[in-house]
């Protein structure tokens, strides 16, 4: 099983592929690799066969393997020239079996080539304070803008940068990176308040999934210190929605928040990836707490920018519609 293991992570690396699935049939499991946010058929295996292919995989990540009954998720570390993460997790099936998806993660981020959305961000981070918030839904780029920054953060502007992660997923060279782990007694109030001694510039905080998360986000933000974060949300106006339920007021958001960005990455006609932005500036989110909610004639909406797009030529109308 090891050599079949190796082989269909091997190709998955080399397909660029984000995540591989394994989908089970009565009889058969499909294998497909999630590349440039399509999935795409790779190979199908006997049902048997997979089965003693998911007790390795299982075994490899530290998980259960005498049980179906439960979810389950682990990581492995894998070596093919460069080192990667996987994060294997498990659900289980009605058919009596277990489906399977293998996230791959290099160890090291690596930073991407400078886009011009990224320049846009690059004055935010000669803040003193104030929180940048990037949001979207999963697999928008919000974490690789994110990372971006602080490593421009770390190597131009030589400021301390210290993350929070839950857990840490990729290894940023130079930054002081913080694993939560509860069981530990590493959680996010302890590391909080270890972190505010340790003089930090900038702090990043993988995701505020949370209220708890939310006050320890907003306290750091409004007391000199410049906060990154994540936030999964359909636009911005849906974010600062979702900060207010998690009960953060509206003085603080006004007050914390320097910037909001709601994103996606799209497949072009040429079939590269483009990172798509709506921003919302802190004089935008000001009059959105004064005008009742309303959205400020200067905002430009995410759909508005797929729909200039798809006028350019840039994007075909198929591709537009899904993120909108």
């Known amino acids: ?36 946010d399509t999935l795409t058929p790779y190979e199908t295996l006997d049902i048997n066969i997979y089965r003693k292919l998911l007790v ?4 490899q990540a530290g998980l259960d393997v005498s049980t179906q009954q439960i979810a389950q998720s682990g990581r492995y570390t894998y070596k093919l020239r460069s080192v990667y993460y996987l994060r294997i997790s498990t659900l289980p099936l009605s058919i009596g079996c277990e489906s399977c998806v293998i996230r791959i993660v290099p160890q090291y981020f690596q930073s991407k080539k400078e886009t011009y959305e990224f320049k846009d961000f690059k004055h935010f981070m000669n803040k003193k304070q104030g929180l940048l918030l990037f949001t979207g839904p999963t697999g928008s780029g919000k974490s690789t803008l994110m990372y971006q920054m602080v490593m421009y953060a770390q190597k131009e502007l030589n400021l301390n940068v210290i993350s929070i ?4 997923e990729q290894i940023l060279k130079g930054i002081t990176q913080i694993s939560v782990n509860n069981k530990a007694g590493i959680t996010y109030a302890s590391s909080f308040k270890a972190i505010l ?7 990043l ?23 990154l974060s994540t936030l999964h949300a359909n636009d911005c106006r849906g974010a600062l929605l979702r900060l207010l339920e998690m009960g953060v007021t509206v003085q603080e958001l006004s007050q914390a928040i320097n910037l909001i960005s709601n994103q996606r990455l799209i497949t072009t006609s040429h079939n590269q990836r483009q990172l798509v932005c709506e921003l919302m500036f802190k004089n935008q989110i000001n009059y959105f707490f004064e005008h009742n909610q309303t959205m400020p004639k200067s905002f430009k909406r995410l759909v508005s920018k797929l729909d200039d797009m798809t006028k350019e030529g840039i994007i075909c109308e198929t591709i537009a519609d899904k993120y909108i």
């Open 1 to 36: 099983m090891k050599i079949l293991f190796q082989e269909i992570i091997n190709k998955g690396i080399a397909y660029k592929a984000s995540d591989i699935h394994f989908i089970p049939m009565e009889h058969y499991v499909h294998i497909k690799f999630r590349v440039n």
């Open 56 to 59: 390795f995989m299982k075994f």
């Open 165 to 168: 992660e839950d857990p840490v």
């Open 197 to 203: 001694r340790c003089d930090p510039d900038v702090i």
């Open 205 to 227: 905080i993988g995701e505020i999934r949370d209220a708890e998360i939310a006050k320890y986000v907003f306290q750091a933000s409004l007391s000199g210190h410049l906060v």
